[in-house]
């Protein structure tokens, strides 16, 4: 069990104690601030510095399909693949987008700017990513529109589906649901990574998203990529982002590529275990959920969702998912989760946002420790009656 360390990483704080209950608990957002700690233990292995004169030039690769991508984090994302074995990446284009967001918007652009005489329709299984909907209906394209739930999808014709795997807002491992010939699948696999979920085997999929927003946490350089089969969709992809932004800032990609090298190279036989990040920030997460279901516990007032465990070829053992994302359910007459929460100066994301009950809420698991301490521990007060 080479990767998965006993290093114990205590939450840093003895937080909550002194909470009035006045201060706002914002986990509405993903935000992953929670990684900051690791990275500030690694000191100034990730430091990059880029002198004036370097990198003034729009290309990266003249001769490459994706001209704006840096070769050394095309290097770098495949080589984190192999380590982590969560992808293949033999034989796909690489496609750098700015966030996997905009990736998504390249994809939605790729697979429908053709001559079809009506628009394609998105769909994907609720509880959905918040940000689909808006992002594909937010330009009114005549290329695609927002469908809704892949479940109660009915309309014949073209149509995209996400895939989300695991699922944000709820953390289920998917597939498919619509299954109609023709059909386009994208999947989206930000989370599927090991301090989240078991990495069952390399998926294989005609186009897949990740990000290191929710990889190694750092959302702030907006750097996602798309790893693609098909070479006319990958080009596309590629003229999307050269119409919309000329290519992806080149120092992001080469800070991108610095961060993911350190944290390939602490997966290594060589490495200090304590280094390991997916084994820290595993180890994390297991900490912030067994806490979470105690809190849950102890308030009797919300329920959570409870999942099979896996076995992971990356650590070699078997585990739950630990989501980046608690869907919490009001229980005992709390219909309107988010407002209940709020009332307690908890923000959190309503199930509405997400195509379902406002019964439920999304709750960022990975914000910093003083802020999930605290969260924990006014949930645990909160009684109904
Ligand atoms: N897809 C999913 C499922 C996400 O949760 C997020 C971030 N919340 C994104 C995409 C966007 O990631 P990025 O920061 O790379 O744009």
Redesign the pocket.
């Known amino acids: 069990i080479q990767n998965m360390h006993p290093t114990p990483s205590p939450l840093a704080v003895n937080g909550g104690d002194a909470d009035d209950g006045r201060n706002v608990i914002n986990l509405d957002h993903?935000d992953p601030t929670m990684y900051e700690r690791y990275w500030q233990e690694m000191g100034d292995k990730t430091t990059v510095v880029i002198p004036g004169w370097q990198f003034t030039s729009y290309f990266s690769d003249a001769g490459n399909l994706c001209w704006f991508l840096e070769p050394e984090l095309a290097k770098e994302i495949a080589q984190l693949h192999k380590v982590v074995g969560n992808a293949i990446t033999e034989g796909r284009h690489i496609v750098v987008g700015t966030?996997?967001?905009?990736l998504?918007q390249a994809a939605l652009y790729a697979f429908t700017a053709n001559d079809a005489s009506e628009p394609f329709s998105v769909v994907s299984a609720a509880p959905y990513?918040s940000?689909y909907p808006a992002a594909t209906d937010c330009l009114k394209s005549g290329l695609y529109k927002w469908g809704g739930d892949a479940r109660n999808f009915t309309k014949t014709g073209p149509y995209i589906e996400l895939v989300?795997s695991p699922n944000?807002p709820d953390g289920f491992v998917r597939q498919s649901v619509v299954n109609r010939s023709g059909g386009i699948l994208v999947h989206?696999l930000?989370?599927y990574w090991p301090q989240y979920t078991p990495i069952t085997s390399a998926a294989d999929y005609e186009l897949m998203?990740f990000?290191?927003?929710?990889s190694t946490g750092h959302?702030g350089m907006?750097?996602?990529w798309a790893l693609v089969k098909d070479q006319s969709i990958a080009k596309k992809m590629v003229k999307y982002i050269e119409l919309s932004t000329i290519g992806v800032s080149k120092d992001s990609q080469l800070r991108a590529a610095k961060v993911m090298k350190v944290v390939s190279d602490s997966c290594g036989a060589s490495a200090r275990p304590r280094e390991n990040f997916f084994g820290y920030c595993h180890h994390l997460m297991a900490e912030r959920w067994k806490l979470l279901r105690e809190a849950v516990k102890q308030s009797g007032t919300f329920s959570l969702p409870e999942f099979e465990p896996g076995f992971c070829n990356f650590f070699q053992c078997l585990f739950e998912p630990l989501p980046a994302f608690a869907w919490l359910k009001g229980e005992g007459g709390v219909e309107d989760c988010e407002s209940f929460l709020k009332s307690h100066n908890i923000w959190t994301r309503s199930g509405r946002h997400f195509g379902v009950s406002p019964s439920y809420v999304r709750v960022s698991m990975l914000d910093r420790d003083i802020t999930f301490v605290c969260f924990v521990k006014r949930l645990s007060q909160i009684h109904l009656g």
């Open positions: 993903g966030g996997s967001s905009q998504f990513y940000s989300t944000n989206d930000a989370y998203l990000t290191v927003s929710k959302a907006r750097i996602g």
